[in-house]
């Protein structure tokens, strides 16, 4: 006969349930300024400038800025944001 266990699991999901809940959500890569300029090249002041503008995506936690990687490679791709497309396309409608 198996034991049971007899601790209070009503809150938990099966791991398989939760393995799949967890591959459907993608978490942005999320890095420091300094990491970023010694990444990309740019200067770490035309990153600050570059967020103290918004022109890239990006968090502010407690003196720190933590950029979007995928958005900020898009913005050097493109030259706009997101955010600025979007902007754009309803000005003109």
């Known amino acids: ?3 049971k ?9 099966p791991e398989q349930a939760l393995n799949f809940i967890v591959s459907d959500v993608r978490i942005p890569r ?6 970023l300029a ?3 090249g740019i200067s770490y002041k035309a990153l600050w400038q570059m967020c103290k ?8 936690s407690g003196n720190k800025f933590l950029v979007n990687v995928d ?8 030259g706009e944001t997101e955010v600025e497309s979007n902007d754009k396309e309803s000005n003109t409608a």
């Open 1 to 3: 006969m198996a034991k």
């Open 5 to 13: 266990n007899n601790t209070n699991n009503t809150n938990t999901l």
């Open 30 to 35: 999320m890095v420091p300024l300094q990491t």
């Open 38 to 40: 010694d990444e990309s």
């Open 53 to 60: 503008q918004n022109k890239i995506v990006h968090i502010k």
């Open 71 to 78: 958005k900020f490679i898009e913005f050097l791709n493109t």
